[in-house]
């Protein structure tokens, strides 16, 4: 729901720390104006809205295509599988497909997502299209010069790359955000991706805690895709990506989904995920399925003044409402279903 204003009392997670309270959540022209103490016994649970950190939307239409091989065969451009198909698909099913994984993140609570756009400067404005009229916003990093109409630049591995070093300085001087996958099968490139002093990060599945350091020094976001690291076969345990690790080294972490063409674009299972098999504390899972939001230049942490961007959830429409801890439950169960109303802002 898009509404502007707005009254809601439940069991809200409150503030970065999203501890569990009984609140009335006041929303006046799109803004958190009020978080009052609420004495009844709250029905609803209340939630922030979800932010995909990582994503690539356009292959959608290669969803569970029957392929075999690893990150190079699949996904590394310009050759890997997924760039032949995209480079094959009329743009009008490349848009349906993309507008269908947006309405799914948008029912399963997400209010926004970072997109590693292919396609040049047509293929940012088919996202564009996807995306429009919905209450999921995008941000949009481009290449082979999408990144001029995008938000930013999102580079595949410097390894892959030439020329990286220009295309940063290019971006950077048109005032565009700068993202880099690195790490994702080995450490090697993640230096020479630090040194452009990007604004996020994309996996560091292999990073060296000397790495993980440095970004946390520079306050470098990290977005992590504990699943399609798996589906790829770069982790096979809880190892990588050092998700622990990078908590203890002081990283900041959002949680991103990755290739739309075998991960399904649903933040509720990328946090079942990394709680069954990182065992992270859920506090820690759910503000990295939150705190994205800041490459919108927002957060949507529940705070007085924040932009209104939450999760009305309904326990008693399924067995949750016995939880004894909702934001575990959450974290490890949270379903579309249970998902009664979106108070999203799209200013
Ligand atoms: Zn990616």
Not at 21 to 36: A, F, H, M, Q, Y
Not at 71 to 91: C, F, M, N, Q, Y
Not at 212 to 237: E, T
Request: charged share 20%; hydrophobic share 45%.
């Amino acid at each position: 729901m898009p509404a502007s204003s707005c009254t809601v009392t439940g069991l809200a997670l409150i503030g970065e720390e999203m501890e569990a309270e009984p609140v009335r959540i006041t929303v006046e022209d799109g803004i958190i104006v009020s978080l009052e103490p609420f004495s009844g016994r709250p029905e609803r649970w209340i939630c922030p809205a979800f932010f995909n950190a990582h994503t690539h939307l356009g292959d959608t239409v290669a969803m569970d295509i029957p392929a075999r091989g690893g990150l190079a065969e699949l996904v590394r451009p310009p050759d890997g599988l997924k760039h032949r198909i995209l480079a094959s698909t009329p743009r009008a099913d490349l848009v349906a497909g993309m507008r269908a994984s947006i309405d799914v993140m948008l029912a399963t609570g997400t209010m926004g997502f970072a997109d590693f756009r292919e396609g040049g400067a047509v293929g940012v404005a088919a996202l564009r299209e996807a995306a429009a009229g919905l209450p999921c916003r995008p941000v949009i990093f481009g290449r082979d010069g999408g990144e001029r109409e995008a938000d930013g630049i999102g580079i595949s591995s410097v390894r892959d790359v030439e020329h990286a070093e220009a295309l940063v300085a290019e971006a950077r001087r048109l005032g565009r955000l700068v993202a880099l996958h690195a790490g994702e099968r080995d450490p090697s490139d993640v230096d020479d991706a630090l040194s452009f002093e990007p604004d996020l990060l994309v996996h560091c599945t292999h990073a060296t805690d000397r790495q993980l350091r440095a970004c946390a020094d520079a306050d470098i976001p990290i977005a992590v895709c504990p699943r399609s690291n798996w589906v790829l076969g770069v982790a096979a345990s809880a190892a990588h990506p050092p998700l622990q690790r990078m908590l203890d080294l002081g990283c900041r972490l959002f949680l991103g989904t990755d290739n739309v063409m075998f991960v399904q674009p649903e933040i509720p299972q990328e946090m079942a995920f990394a709680a069954t098999v990182y065992r992270l504390p859920p506090a820690e899972i759910l503000r990295a399925a939150v705190s994205g939001s800041a490459l919108l230049g927002r957060s949507s942490v529940l705070e007085e003044g924040n932009f209104a961007n939450f999760l009305v959830i309904n326990p008693n429409k399924s067995n949750i409402c016995f939880s004894r801890d909702p934001r575990t439950t959450i974290v490890k169960r949270i379903h579309a279903s249970a998902i009664e109303q979106k108070v999203l802002t799209l200013k």
